[in-house]
């Protein structure tokens, strides 16, 4: 199991990287929603992981799982959708602003890229 | 236990709803309790940093938990000094928005200013790790909406980068914080620097990874080079009083790299030994060096300035990355100079666009008002750029004499010095083009509005530059006390104790709460 929660781990932060340096908006906010999926199951694994186990200690019971990653990762959910939701408007203002998605400086010298690009 | 420590952090966080609520078409009641707000909290940090000035460590533990179990506020003179310098420095700042009449410009100026500080004075007084990290998210979800106040495409591109790089940088701390706890099973730091010791030499791999992750993430933050370019243009195009306020957060950086690096992971640590300090002294003379390049190389004042911050966080990370007593001692003086000084030159910059109508740096006609803002400018440059008499001066003299004993001291002297010269020539360019030049230019008359500064905008300005006047001339006491300070935190056994030993819930179990 732990294998497969590294693999997966990976793998979303791979794939978050990768999509990050896409270098416009709305990729780069999903690469960043990955990578943060990705620390919250990370988060969560720092507890060690248990199958079947009470996150309170009771007597009679010889094995518990750490419950304190588990508000940590609550914490970080809602604070990394509060950050996503923020970061989706500020960049939806400045696309309709400036019909522009790049995300890098110096959007001038891009446009003209992308002309030519296109062309 | 007092309960005044918690009191920086409650008194934004019940003021900012309170002004949202109740005062929200008042641009008048707005700013009397924001500044109401902003002189008690200067009242508040003065008595703590009082305080604690003989070396008592004052704690408190919310809802009465002891310290591994509870999150804890922990005020000592490092974090005391911080949150009075940021106190003062709102307080100045706030004069100059409401002066420069920039928090009418848009909705919730005062209310975000309020959460700001909560954010940034959180930071500095908490004791717990991931708390750190959630006052960070404060902190910056309310540096977003400053930034992109009054709005504007430049400045909303500009946010959208800001935002962007410091969620990368969260989602970082977030790993770091992550290895830590699955490695020593705490994120209390006084706790932490107890069980990093019992790590034993073999298994070091985790906690060495998660050491290095954090410094990247407080560097990030402190705008350290290669990690720096969220900088330029988000200051650049924030709003010159939120800029202005700004300059506080690159220190926070800096504050988290001295408590993190000298009591969780201290040099003659043998788990982590020798896996930061060479990195943060190469990467701190580099971006010194590209700081003042940049000075010299803007062509906008307002980029200038924010360059001219990289600089000076990198004077002080190169006096931090030493990691000895007086290596810290000055990088602690110089702290409090350079915000002091980055502040007065994002306002002076403010007043030139107010002024001028434009910050680019081309000779255009006289600007209203012109003798006060360029004797404001000679003077914020001359403490930028280090020059005597002023506090910069006697900052990089203790840099230079901290880095004296170090093996790299050809390469910090001479990247000191040398970054110094070109500092001094771009403002020097920046001065006679914006201010000289001026005079021999006819008047254009496509510019847009020109007001010259108020009143109160210039008094703002004129209490900085007092501050740093005073900082100068006390800068013997000032020394004394960040040297004093520097000793306790290279020998943290004053505040491990008191955060560790002191009783609270779960040390005498009793079952009540939830």
Same mark, same amino acid.
């Given at each position: 199991?732990?294998?497969?929660?590294?693999?997966?781990?990976?793998?979303?932060?791979?794939?978050?990287?990768?999509?990050?340096?896409?270098?416009?908006?709305?990729?780069?906010?999903?690469?960043?929603?990955?990578?943060?999926?990705?620390?919250?199951?990370?988060?969560?694994?720092?507890?060690?992981?248990?199958?079947?186990?009470?996150?309170?200690?009771?007597?009679?019971?010889?094995?518990?799982?750490?419950?304190?990653?588990?508000?940590?990762?609550?914490?970080?959910?809602?604070?990394?959708?509060?950050?996503?939701?923020?970061?989706?408007?500020?960049?939806?203002?400045?696309?309709?602003?400036?019909?522009?998605?790049?995300?890098?400086?110096?959007?001038?010298?891009?446009?003209?890229?992308?002309?030519?690009?296109?062309? | @236990?007092?309960?005044?420590?918690?009191?920086?952090?409650?008194?934004?966080?019940?003021?900012?709803?309170?002004?949202?609520?109740?005062?929200?078409?008042?641009?008048?009641?707005?700013?009397?309790?924001?500044?109401?707000?902003?002189?008690?909290?200067? &009242?508040?940090?003065?008595?703590?940093?009082?305080?604690?000035?003989?070396?008592?460590?004052?704690?408190?533990?919310? *809802?009465?938990?002891?310290?591994?179990?509870?999150?804890?506020?922990?005020?000592?003179?490092?974090?005391?000094?911080?949150?009075?310098?940021?106190?003062?420095?709102?307080?100045?700042?706030?004069?100059?928005?409401?002066?420069?009449?920039?928090?009418?410009? #848009?909705?919730?100026?005062?209310?975000?200013?309020?959460?700001?500080? @909560?954010?940034?004075?959180?930071?500095?007084?908490?004791?717990?790790?991931?708390?750190?990290?959630?006052?960070?998210?404060?902190?910056?979800?309310?540096?977003?909406?400053?930034?992109?106040?009054?709005? #504007?495409?430049?400045?909303?591109?500009?946010?959208?980068?800001?935002?962007?790089?410091?969620?990368?940088?969260?989602?970082?701390?977030?790993? /770091?914080?992550?290895?830590?706890?699955?490695?020593?099973?705490?994120?209390?730091?006084?706790?932490?620097?107890?069980?990093?010791?019992?790590?034993?030499?073999?298994?070091?791999? *985790?906690?060495?990874?998660? /050491?290095?992750?954090?410094?990247?993430?407080?560097?990030?933050?402190?705008?350290?080079?290669?990690?720096?370019?969220?900088?330029? %243009?988000?200051?650049?195009?924030?709003?010159?009083?939120?800029?202005?306020?700004?300059?506080?957060?690159?220190?926070? *950086?800096?504050?988290?790299?001295?408590?993190?690096?000298?009591?969780?992971?201290?040099?003659?640590?043998?788990?982590?030994?020798? !896996?930061?300090?060479?990195?943060?002294?190469?990467?701190?003379?580099? =971006?010194?060096?590209?700081?003042?390049?940049?000075?010299?190389?803007?062509?906008?004042? $307002?980029?200038?300035?924010?360059? %001219?911050?990289?600089?000076? @966080?990198?004077?002080?990370?190169?006096?931090?990355?030493?990691?000895?007593?007086?290596?810290?001692?000055?990088?602690?003086?110089?702290?409090?100079? =350079?915000?002091?000084?980055?502040?007065?030159?994002?306002?002076?910059?403010?007043?030139?666009?107010?002024?001028?109508?434009?910050?680019?740096?081309?000779?255009?006609?006289?600007? /209203?008002?012109?003798?006060?803002? =360029?004797?404001?400018?000679?003077?914020?440059?001359?403490?930028?750029?280090?020059?005597?008499?002023?506090?910069?001066?006697?900052?990089?003299?203790?840099?230079?004499?901290?880095?004296? #004993?170090? $093996?790299?001291?050809?390469?910090?002297?001479?990247?000191?010095?040398?970054?110094?010269?070109?500092?001094?020539?771009?403002?020097?360019?920046?001065?006679? &083009?914006?201010?000289?030049?001026?005079?021999?230019?006819?008047?254009?008359?496509?510019?847009?509005?020109?007001?010259?500064?108020?009143?109160? =905008?210039?008094?703002?300005?004129?209490?900085?530059?007092?501050?740093?006047?005073?900082?100068?001339?006390?800068?013997?006491? &000032?020394?004394?006390?960040?040297?004093? @300070?520097?000793?306790?935190?290279?020998?943290?056994?004053?505040?491990?104790?008191?955060?560790?030993?002191?009783?609270?819930? !779960?040390?005498?179990?009793?079952?009540?709460?939830?």
């Amino acid at each position: 199991m732990e294998l497969l929660v590294a693999i997966v781990i990976g793998v979303m932060t791979a794939g978050g990287i990768y999509l990050l340096l896409r270098l416009r908006t709305f990729p780069v906010i999903l690469g960043i929603s990955l990578l943060t999926y990705a620390v919250n199951v990370f988060l969560f694994t720092s507890g060690r992981l248990v199958i079947g186990a009470p996150p309170v200690l009771r007597d009679g019971m010889d094995s518990y799982t750490d419950p304190l990653p588990q508000a940590l990762v609550l914490t970080a959910i809602v604070i990394s959708f509060g950050m996503t939701a923020v970061v989706v408007m500020i960049g939806l203002g400045a696309f309709l602003g400036s019909d522009d998605d790049h995300v890098d400086d110096a959007p001038h010298e891009n446009e003209m890229h992308g002309v030519e690009e296109q062309s | @236990m007092t309960h005044w420590l918690i009191a920086p952090i409650i008194l934004p966080a019940l003021l900012a709803p309170f002004i949202v609520l109740a005062a929200r078409y008042h641009i008048t009641i707005q700013r009397a309790f924001s500044l109401a707000g902003v002189v008690a909290q200067v &009242v508040i940090a003065a008595a703590l940093a009082w305080h604690v000035s003989d070396g008592t460590v004052l704690l408190y533990q919310l *809802g009465d938990w002891a310290a591994p179990f509870g999150i804890v506020l922990v005020g000592d003179q490092l974090s005391t000094m911080m949150v009075l310098l940021t106190a003062v420095l709102s307080l100045f700042v706030l004069l100059y928005a409401i002066g420069s009449g920039c928090d009418g410009m #848009g909705q919730h100026f005062h209310p975000l200013f309020q959460f700001q500080l @909560m954010g940034i004075l959180g930071a500095f007084l908490t004791g717990d790790l991931f708390n750190l990290f959630v006052f960070f998210e404060v902190l910056l979800i309310a540096s977003y909406g400053l930034m992109i106040h009054s709005g #504007g495409n430049a400045r909303l591109q500009a946010g959208v980068q800001y935002v962007l790089f410091n969620l990368i940088g969260s989602t970082l701390f977030l790993f /770091a914080l992550g290895a830590i706890y699955a490695e020593t099973g705490t994120l209390n730091m006084a706790d932490l620097a107890l069980r990093v010791t019992q790590i034993s030499p073999e298994e070091t791999v *985790g906690i060495r990874i998660a /050491a290095v992750l954090l410094l990247m993430v407080f560097a990030i933050k402190a705008a350290l080079v290669p990690l720096h370019f969220w900088l330029p %243009s988000s200051y650049a195009e924030a709003p010159g009083p939120v800029a202005a306020l700004f300059a506080i957060m690159t220190k926070i *950086g800096a504050y988290a790299i001295i408590r993190v690096y000298t009591m969780i992971f201290p040099p003659e640590l043998e788990a982590t030994a020798g !896996l930061h300090g060479q990195w943060l002294l190469t990467a701190a003379l580099i =971006s010194l060096a590209i700081g003042m390049i940049g000075v010299l190389a803007a062509r906008r004042l $307002d980029r200038l300035v924010a360059y %001219s911050v990289i600089g000076s @966080m990198g004077m002080v990370m190169v006096s931090i990355a030493l990691f000895t007593p007086e290596g810290v001692a000055a990088a602690l003086y110089y702290i409090v100079h =350079s915000t002091l000084a980055g502040a007065l030159l994002f306002l002076i910059a403010d007043m030139v666009r107010n002024a001028r109508g434009s910050v680019e740096l081309t000779a255009q006609a006289p600007m /209203a008002g012109t003798a006060l803002v =360029s004797g404001m400018f000679f003077v914020g440059a001359i403490a930028m750029a280090g020059l005597p008499p002023l506090s910069g001066f006697l900052g990089k003299l203790l840099v230079l004499d901290a880095g004296f #004993g170090s $093996d790299h001291v050809t390469w910090i002297w001479a990247v000191v010095l040398i970054s110094s010269l070109i500092s001094i020539l771009g403002f020097a360019r920046a001065g006679s &083009v914006v201010f000289w030049k001026a005079h021999g230019t006819p008047a254009d008359e496509k510019t847009g509005t020109r007001t010259p500064p108020g009143t109160l =905008s210039a008094f703002a300005a004129g209490g900085l530059v007092t501050l740093l006047i005073a900082h100068t001339v006390f800068a013997g006491q &000032v020394h004394g006390y960040t040297t004093r @300070m520097a000793a306790t935190l290279f020998a943290p056994d004053a505040y491990i104790a008191t955060v560790v030993e002191t009783p609270g819930k !779960l040390s005498k179990p009793k079952k009540e709460e939830h």
